[in-house]
Nanobody
Framework: QVQLVESGGGLVQPGGSLRLSCAAS????????MGWYRQAPGKERELVAI???????NYADSVKGRFTISRDDAKNTVYLQMNSLKPEDTAVYFC????????????????WGQGTQVTVSS
């Protein structure tokens, strides 16, 4: 299977920055899109940013111009650079990867990390 481990969350003041990382490991054959989602208390999980294997990106309107997603395929890692953070960015951030495994090279599954808390507060 595929495991995703996020890191980099924490407490930051409004206007500050954080960089999230998510490393994929396990019996990976291929990874297509990788992305970040977030879920605030009492709200549904929402897409923050996504990056395809070709490098195309898409962002939620609420984070455009402030967040940047990138990936390092050699390390099977996706990053989220978050600048100009606002209190409304407070949420648990989840990493997602669409991947195939060595056991089943033709079926794509969505894998999720355990989440990392980001709190923006003064």
């Amino acid at each position: 299977q595929v495991q995703l481990v996020e890191s980099g969350g924490g407490l930051v003041q409004p206007g500050g920055s954080l960089r999230l990382s998510c490393a994929a490991s396990g019996s990976i054959f291929s990874i297509n899109a990788m992305g970040w989602y977030r879920q605030a208390p009492g709200k549904e999980r929402e897409l923050v940013a996504i990056i395809t294997s070709g490098g195309s990106t898409n962002y939620a309107d609420s984070v455009k111009g402030r967040f940047t997603i990138s990936r390092d395929d050699a390390k099977n890692t996706v990053y989220l650079q978050m600048n100009s953070l606002k209190p409304e960015d407070t949420a648990v951030y989840f990493c997602n990867a669409r991947a195939t495994t060595l056991r089943n090279k033709t079926v794509w599954y969505n894998y999720w990390g355990q989440g990392t808390q980001v709190t923006v507060s003064s």
